[in-house]
């Protein structure tokens, strides 16, 4: 158990090195972007209403009047924040396929060393599954960290007249991409990871049923995947097969579709385990 | 342990950062206004009764906006539910207040209160087969579900409403136990509508509803009916009015109530109520019917008798604001006296009181004997500071009969 442990920690730390470059420059652009958003936007903000006064002479309450007061939900709004965001998930969600294919591919078939290793494969399927999952987190912890530095960066730029200060926490939770993305409800957090898991582990399964058959993996795959999607959103079905819309309560579904997704989860792992063990060719 | 350097700093600014997260979080102060009932006449124990759903927003930040409960005298935010508890919720309170205590005989049955009618023994379902079953709008199928309170025990009874199939919308249901009475407006295919009512003898059980009232012959050609929204659905009387539409532009109509009318459940019929010149309010309370005159600020309240229509004056009952009483606020158009209901001898009102850029709503309870103020006041943000930018919008409200 300690071994395989061990092996597990090794081969996640050799995939961390492998992934550290993409994940440092994702982390960076994040940083980066993130900081031009808390300065540029409420500059612009600032830029307007001073334009506005000169302009029509006008008094600061008629500034208000015609802007509003600008809070840091305002730039968390923006492009600026959510851009970074929308780069990560789908830039690690590529990276969820390059993290198996980069193994076949190249100069030298990579993918034959690390299967013969004298180790459990399915240490090296989950070490790239925690790997990405590492990934995820620290692009989120980043985003956090950011959030706290960019709430004085605003405060200090936008004039206090002009400044509405409902707290950094309440600027996140009005921002609905953060309470998915942020532990802000823990029910909703925990459910929108859990499906992320899953996700991940129905695509990991299918790209090792295509390097198991080729080309009719290919096909398998994207029948397992259908497969998986139809069993998870059957039970949305099941008040029109009963013909009766209220037959279960909608909290009654949600555990329903939590089993569901926690068995096809277990069901990919399973598969995964004999098509790394068995099926797979080098 | 060089080699797991970039690792453990991963894994570490991740712990670090969550749980720092999680310690900020926890003690920021919570983003929803805390709210509170300011009775500025009367006695706080009065609004007791009282359930409503309102919406919270903040002139200066729009999006901060949240739904709030208040139920037994307290305030919940829907945000700060448990997850679970939220995915059941309904809008309208008594429905939450079903759902909560009968679980079990709610199940698969439609979510419209004015289905539901119950005594202190039992709680009545009357539902047509469309209500569950969307794919099925044209049929003459019915459900009549009779919950025993004490012993958990639930009949159910298949009935047929009419002969022919149509589409059939139960808008209120009443009980004189055992006499149900459901008030439906059929629509057949060919788009004629009438409005019928119908019994059913829960103790002595028929395959089909029995057609005692057609409400049709009290409305001329673009009239519709309206039906009181009340609290206790065992009284003797049910107010009704027609509603005329005229048809002002394109997008455009302008109602009006063009008749008022109580029937009367024990003998079947239904009761014409002599109007006021300018303004009605017609209600009723165990057996007796009672009618408004709105003042400007006050109610001239009036006890009709059923048999010679002769008004009684009571009193002039004084109200909070002008608007208090006058103003039906319903969003529903076949039903009204949502924001003013008598109930056990109590007047109920509730409005809404602008003040700058923000409003509140006012609550007022006064016995129609002696026309006393029992209870007036609003409900506000704790932090007063908070006050001048909060409003809060009644959306649903009803009076719970057995916390009278």
């Known amino acids: ?282 | 342990m060089n080699k797991y350097v970039k690792l453990t700093s991963l894994f570490l600014l991740i712990a670090l950062t969550f749980i720092g997260f999680s310690i900020y979080k926890a003690q920021a102060s919570s983003p929803y206004s805390q709210m509170k009932v300011v009775t500025t006449e009367g006695k706080p124990e009065y609004i007791e009764p009282v359930d409503f759903f309102g919406y919270v927003s903040h002139s200066q930040n729009f999006s901060n906006s949240s739904t709030i409960e208040f139920d037994e005298g307290s305030f919940t935010y829907l945000q700060e539910k448990p997850f679970l508890k939220r995915m059941d919720h309904s809008f309208d309170p008594k429905l939450n207040n079903l759902v909560d205590n009968y679980r079990t005989f709610m199940r698969g049955k439609s979510r419209r209160p004015e289905q539901y009618t119950e005594t202190d023994q039992h709680l009545i379902y009357a539902g047509s087969k469309t209500d569950v079953d969307w794919n099925s709008p044209f049929n003459n199928q019915m459900t009549i579900s009779v919950l025993d309170k004490a012993s958990d025990e639930e009949e159910a009874y298949s009935v047929t409403i009419g002969s022919d199939n149509a589409y059939n919308d139960i808008y209120a249901t009443y009980i004189d136990y055992p006499t149900l009475t459901i008030f439906v407006n059929r629509s057949g295919v060919s788009d004629t509508s009438r409005n019928l009512v119908y019994t059913f003898d829960i103790e002595n059980p028929t395959e089909a509803l029995t057609e005692v009232v057609d409400l049709s012959g009290y409305l001329d050609k673009n009239e519709t009916l309206s039906v009181s929204q009340l609290s206790d659905k065992t009284e003797r009387y049910i107010p009704l009015k027609t509603v005329r539409q005229t048809v002002v532009s394109d997008y455009d109509f302008r109602t009006e109530t063009s008749g008022y009318f109580a029937y009367d459940m024990q003998a079947q019929e239904v009761i014409e109520i002599p109007p006021f010149e300018e303004e009605t309010l017609l209600f009723s309370d165990n057996d007796t019917i009672y009618v408004g005159k709105p003042l400007n600020e006050s109610i001239e309240l009036y006890e009709m008798n059923p048999d010679d229509k002769e008004m009684t004056l009571l009193g002039t009952l004084e109200m909070a604001t002008p608007i208090m009483g006058q103003e039906d606020s319903s969003f529903y158009s076949d039903r009204f006296n949502q924001s003013v209901t008598i109930l056990d001898g109590k007047l109920y009102t509730y409005g809404q009181e602008y003040v700058d850029e923000v409003s509140r709503p006012i609550f007022q309870i006064t016995d129609v004997h002696t026309q006393e103020t029992l209870f007036k006041g609003t409900v506000m943000p704790k932090d007063m500071t908070e006050a001048g930018y909060t409003t809060i919008e009644v959306m649903e409200y009803r009076l719970d009969p057995s916390r009278n």
Do not use: C
């Open chain 1, 1 to 282: 158990m300690k071994k395989s442990l061990h092996t597990l920690l090794k081969l996640t730390n050799f995939e961390m090195e492998r992934l550290s470059k993409f994940l440092f420059t994702l982390m960076g652009l994040t940083l980066l972007l993130n900081l031009v958003g808390y300065i540029y936007t409420p500059m612009q903000h600032m830029g307007k209403i001073n334009e506005y006064i000169t302009q029509n002479s006008a008094t600061t309450q008629q500034a208000l009047d015609a802007f509003g007061r600008f809070s840091f939900y305002d730039v968390t709004q923006t492009l600026w924040i959510a851009g970074p965001i929308a780069i990560g998930v789908s830039g690690l969600l590529l990276y969820s396929i390059f993290i198996w294919y980069r193994e076949w591919f190249g100069k030298n078939t990579f993918a034959y060393r690390l299967l013969m290793l004298p180790v459990s494969r399915m240490s090296l399927f989950f070490s790239k599954f925690i790997t990405i999952f590492i990934g995820i987190f620290t692009l989120i912890a980043t985003q956090m960290l950011s959030l706290f530095i960019g709430h004085p960066i605003v405060s200090a730029i936008i004039e206090s007249a002009y400044f509405n200060d409902i707290g950094l926490i309440a600027s996140i939770q009005m921002n609905p991409l953060f309470l998915y993305l942020f532990p802000l409800d823990f029910s909703y957090f925990l459910m929108v990871n859990g499906v992320g898991i899953v996700v991940l582990l129905v695509l990991f399964t299918v790209i090792l049923m295509e390097r198991s058959y080729s080309f009719k993996g290919i096909a398998m795959g994207i029948l397992y995947g259908i497969a998986a999607l139809s069993l998870v959103l059957f039970p949305f079905f099941i008040p029109n097969l009963l013909n009766n819309q209220y037959i279960l309560y909608d909290s009654e579904l949600m555990i329903i579709e939590i089993v569901l997704i926690v068995a096809v989860g277990v069901l990919s792992i399973f598969t995964s385990h004999h098509l790394i063990n068995k099926k797979i060719t080098v």
